[in-house]
């Protein structure tokens, strides 16, 4: 299992919330938010530990999440 610095969870936690923001209010469900979640610690395990990097690698994902509701 990887093991994350503190201000690396911080800074994953940060871009967790702020992409849920640029989620509809009417689909946010907590396995979005999971999935949401998924992608970021997918990033940071794939080296990505910039608070931007991480925020773009999971609001790159939103429009198929949200496709795959509808």
Do not use: C, H, N, W
Request: hydrophobic residues 45%; aromatic residues 4%; proline residues 4%.
């Amino acid at each position: 299992m990887a093991s994350y610095s503190p201000e690396l969870i911080q800074t994953m936690r940060a871009a967790l919330d702020d992409v849920m923001t640029r989620i509809p209010v009417d689909q946010v469900t907590p396995a979005i938010k999971a999935q949401m979640a998924e992608f970021i610690l997918k990033a940071a395990a794939e080296g990505q530990t910039s608070y931007d990097g991480l925020l773009a690698s999971a609001s790159g994902q939103i429009e198929t999440i949200l496709s795959m509701l509808t």
